[in-house]
């Protein structure tokens, strides 16, 4: 299936998606569910920003607050204090390098954008657990990141149940899609969830037909990077699902993937390259 070219709107410039972009994931948590992405001390916060900006990396997103099944609830205060001070730490780092906010709460994503310059909302909820975030984002008039969650971080692995769930992930985004367009939002990057309230088989059921959310119109975001959806199924840890990572990555990229979300920035930069030139006799 033929695909035309998606583009989205940073930090003021319009950037073609026909290769896709790699965005780095930086944590400022205590508890994220892959330990060795956790960035606490000003140092690791300064050099994990280097490092996604060196191996290829066209968006930072920051992180204060676990989504791993069974994680925790931050307050709000707690969540902003964490992103303001990783916030002046990156921009020290990296001076105006496009950030993305992870974060499901309308205040801290106006506060990120108002205050420092974040280029893109990245919300894991869908607009579900904060009712002002879609009109934040239409003030904010900044990208927005909508994915699919059943159910919420503390009980979305709960026995998870569809009985479509393809259908019933495309008809969920295409409603909310429809939402932000009457609001005025038409930047909008679409993320099917994966490992949130899916089942291992929901997972790669949504990964082997992720080239039909391409019919939504809006550009497609994979964050795949050493989940449970790799570690369950090859009987291993997330420190050792690398090489799970960058199959499914390339997979994904080759069913038009527009941007990958991930923890190791230079492989999936790799995978990019690779796929493109790949897609060049295809």
């Given at each position: 299936?033929?695909?035309?070219?998606?583009?989205?709107?940073?930090?003021?410039?319009?950037?073609?998606?026909?290769?896709?972009?790699?965005?780095?994931?930086?944590n400022?948590?205590?508890?994220?569910?892959?330990?060795?992405?956790?960035?606490?001390?000003?140092?690791?916060?300064?050099?994990?920003?280097?490092?996604?900006?060196?191996?290829?990396?066209?968006?930072?997103?920051?992180?204060?607050?676990?989504?791993?099944?069974g994680?925790?609830?931050?307050?709000?205060?707690?969540e902003?204090?964490?992103?303001?001070?990783?916030?002046?730490?990156?921009?020290?780092?990296?001076?105006?390098?496009?950030?993305?906010?992870?974060?499901?709460?309308?205040?801290?994503?106006?506060?990120?954008?108002?205050?420092?310059?974040?280029?893109?909302?990245?919300?894991?909820?869908?607009?579900?657990?904060d009712?002002?975030?879609?009109?934040?984002?239409?003030?904010?008039?900044?990208?927005?990141?909508?994915?699919?969650?059943?159910?919420?971080?503390?009980?979305?692995?709960?026995?998870?149940?569809?009985?479509?769930?393809?259908?019933?992930?495309?008809?969920?985004?295409?409603?909310?899609?429809?939402?932000?367009?009457d609001?005025?939002?038409?930047?909008?990057?679409?993320?099917?969830?994966?490992?949130?309230?899916?089942?291992?088989?929901?997972?790669?059921?949504?990964?082997?037909?992720?080239?039909?959310?391409?019919?939504?119109?809006?550009?497609l975001?994979?964050?795949?990077?050493?989940?449970?959806?790799?570690?369950?199924?090859?009987?291993?840890?997330?420190?050792?699902?690398?090489?799970?990572?960058?199959?499914?990555?390339?997979?994904?990229?080759?069913?038009?993937?527009?941007?990958?979300?991930?923890?190791?920035?230079?492989?999936?930069?790799?995978?990019?390259?690779?796929?493109?030139?790949?897609?060049?006799?295809?």
């Amino acid at each position: 299936m033929k695909q035309t070219t998606a583009s989205i709107n940073l930090a003021g410039n319009l950037v073609q998606l026909d290769k896709p972009l790699v965005m780095g994931i930086l944590n400022v948590t205590p508890d994220s569910f892959y330990p060795a992405s956790r960035t606490e001390g000003d140092a690791e916060i300064a050099a994990r920003a280097k490092q996604i900006i060196d191996e290829g990396g066209s968006i930072i997103d920051i992180g204060a607050y676990s989504s791993r099944p069974g994680a925790d609830d931050v307050p709000p205060e707690e969540e902003m204090r964490r992103l303001a001070h990783a916030l002046r730490i990156i921009r020290q780092a990296v001076g105006d390098a496009v950030c993305s906010v992870d974060t499901f709460r309308a205040d801290v994503a106006r506060m990120c954008v108002e205050e420092y310059g974040v280029a893109m909302v990245n919300d894991i909820s869908g607009g579900e657990l904060d009712g002002a975030m879609f009109d934040t984002v239409a003030r904010l008039k900044v990208p927005y990141v909508l994915m699919h969650m059943k159910g919420t971080p503390k009980d979305m692995q709960h026995d998870p149940a569809y009985e479509d769930v393809l259908g019933e992930v495309m008809q969920y985004l295409a409603g909310k899609v429809a939402t932000l367009n009457d609001k005025g939002v038409s930047d909008i990057v679409i993320d099917p969830g994966f490992g949130f309230g899916k089942t291992l088989d929901d997972n790669y059921r949504l990964m082997a037909h992720l080239d039909l959310f391409k019919e939504l119109g809006c550009p497609l975001l994979v964050g795949v990077s050493r989940k449970s959806m790799i570690c369950k199924l090859l009987g291993i840890t997330a420190d050792d699902a690398l090489n799970g990572t960058t199959a499914l990555d390339t997979f994904a990229l080759m069913k038009g993937a527009d941007i990958l979300r991930v923890h190791d920035v230079r492989q999936a930069v790799e995978a990019v390259e690779i796929t493109g030139k790949l897609k060049q006799f295809g």
